[in-house]
């Protein structure tokens, strides 16, 4: 049985982290993440400090989760 001291801190988190903590749990897509390599995107360097990344194919897989990819 888990404590709910063990989610005390998703109680300071941004909802992007919520989101994660909840897909992450999420059965489906642990199968999805599971059948699928792992694919390192490539990092484009750019201006303003902002990473640009390409990943050389689509997975419909990830895009089902709003994903470009696995990690």
């Known amino acids: 049985m888990l404590k ?3 989610f005390e801190y998703l109680k300071y988190q941004p909802p992007s ?3 994660w903590e ?3 749990r999420n059965s489906e897509y642990q199968t999805d ?3 699928r390599p792992v694919l ?3 990092t484009t360097p750019s ?3 902002v990473r640009v990344y390409r990943i050389g194919s689509v997975l ?3 895009e089902r989760w709003g994903l470009c990819c696995f990690r």
């Open 17 to 19: 982290r919520w989101a």
């Open 4 to 6: 709910s001291s063990s």
């Open 33 to 35: 993440a599971a059948s």
């Open 60 to 62: 419909p897989e990830a």
């Open 47 to 49: 201006t303003a400090s």
């Open 22 to 24: 909840f897909l992450r």
């Open 40 to 42: 390192r995107p490539e």
